[in-house]
């Protein structure tokens, strides 16, 4: 997980594009929703799956097997 530090801008920190995924979210979105809504913000698919896999683990998304749709706590 990249954290902001002195080498890494907050812009580029999983934190930052964590709290991207988060802002402008809206009910009823499937993950390809909120990877289209946001993929300006990461530079390949892999870190976006990174950040989602993070919010997932700290309880903040659920994300439906079956439908792929994304529950915000």
């Known amino acids: 997980m990249l954290v902001p530090s002195k080498f890494t801008r907050l812009e580029e920190s ?3 594009r964590m709290k ?12 390809q929703d909120v990877y289209h809504r946001t993929r300006n913000v990461f530079n390949d698919v892999s870190e976006f799956l990174h950040a989602l896999d993070i919010l997932f683990v700290l309880g903040i998304v659920n994300v439906d097997a079956s439908s792929g749709v994304i529950q915000y706590a």
Do not use: A, P
């Open 20 to 31: 991207c995924i988060m802002s402008g979210k809206s009910n009823g979105e499937t993950v």
């Open 14 to 16: 999983t934190l930052f």
